[in-house]
């Protein structure tokens, strides 16, 4: 890596901020685009930040955010295509049944009602997990990473409208898997 020995102090110090609010957000994007290979989050999170450092005199600051989740959404594909072509191993067979789910909310002590906010996440996370590739991505940019619709075309390289139209498809296909969840219990 080629060492960026004359970065303006305010350069470096609005990195810095850019680490320190994107490196979560991006690893939860990949997490979720990648699937069952998780564990590569951290790393796709690393190397999107390290690109970002790499580029930092080539790219306006207001335009960090679009790029950031242009590139980790790139690592995470390339990711896709050369797991599709490699054989599976021990280290690829885990215990983990895919993305961490969120505690239950920290004022509910009561085990049936934490119990049934751990399923809604758990059918949540899933239903986001079946989504087709392409609803899956824009909603995820739009509603979890809150990008605009104009930022995440850019990063899907999509016209504004198809992004409006997939989203609105991925909320329907949503609500629908949810259904079960908004009218009574969960059916077993």
Excluded at 67 to 77: D, F, G, I, P, Q
Excluded at 108 to 131: G, Y
Excluded at 148 to 166: D, F, H, M, N
């Amino acid at each position: 890596m080629e060492a960026n020995t004359s970065l303006d102090p305010l350069v470096l110090a609005a990195y810095k901020r850019a680490v320190r609010e994107f490196a979560g957000p991006l690893k939860g994007f990949a997490a979720r685009i990648l699937g069952p290979d998780a564990e590569w989050a951290e790393d796709v999170s690393q190397d999107t930040l390290l690109a970002l450092y790499r580029h930092l005199h080539q790219i306006p600051e207001h335009s960090w955010k679009p790029w950031l989740y242009r590139v980790a959404r790139n690592l995470c594909l390339d990711r896709i295509r050369r797991r599709k072509h490699r054989p599976r191993n021990f280290r690829d067979i885990t215990d983990d049944d895919g993305p961490e789910i969120a505690p239950p909310s920290p004022w509910t002590q009561r085990p049936d009602v934490r119990l049934q906010d751990k399923e809604i996440q758990e059918a949540l996370e899933k239903a986001i997990q079946d989504l087709s590739p392409k609803f899956r991505e824009v909603y995820l940019l739009c509603e979890r990473q809150e990008l605009s619709y104009e930022q995440a075309a850019s990063v899907l390289g999509i016209p504004l409208k198809t992004v409006s139209t997939r989203l609105f498809r991925a909320r329907k296909k949503l609500v629908k898997a949810m259904q079960p969840f908004l009218h009574g219990e969960p059916s077993r």
